[in-house]
């Protein structure tokens, strides 16, 4: 399964997008799916994930920020970014990880997202 992540831009601080990963397969059998994000000059870092049965869950600084979903029977996941901070600036990444907690496994081409001050 190929992932593609859309719906970047610039936004300003306190703004709104919502990112969507699209898949090329069914993703009714893939257990999680997670979004990561990686700023200028850092590492990638975890944003939130979700299970085939709805469990999600979110780093720190996104928690009552972001929501995470998904629609198996279209094959996509979204993030819904609200009350957007600079420090949000990043490529956003959608992956399906090998196991729930682990970065390594399927990355999909990222999403650029900028938020000004």
């Known amino acids: 399964v190929q992932l593609q992540a859309s719906g970047g831009g610039l936004v300003q601080a306190g703004g709104s997008l919502r990112l969507s990963c699209a898949a090329s397969?069914?993703?009714?059998?893939?257990?999680?799916m997670a979004w990561y994000r990686q700023a200028p000059g850092k590492q990638r870092e975890f944003i939130a994930d979700?299970?085939?049965?709805?469990?999600?869950d979110y780093a720190d600084s996104v928690k009552g920020r972001f929501t995470i979903s998904r629609d198996n029977g279209k094959s996509t996941m979204d993030l819904q970014m609200n009350s957007l901070k600079p420090e949000d600036t990043g490529v956003y990444y959608c992956?399906?990880?090998?196991?729930?907690?682990?970065?390594?496994?399927?990355w999909g081409q990222g999403t650029l997202v900028t938020v000004s001050s």
């Open positions: 397969g069914s993703i009714s059998r893939i257990n999680t």
């Open positions: 992956v399906i990880p090998l196991r729930r907690g682990s970065s390594a496994g399927s």
């Open positions: 979700i299970t085939s049965g709805g469990r999600t």
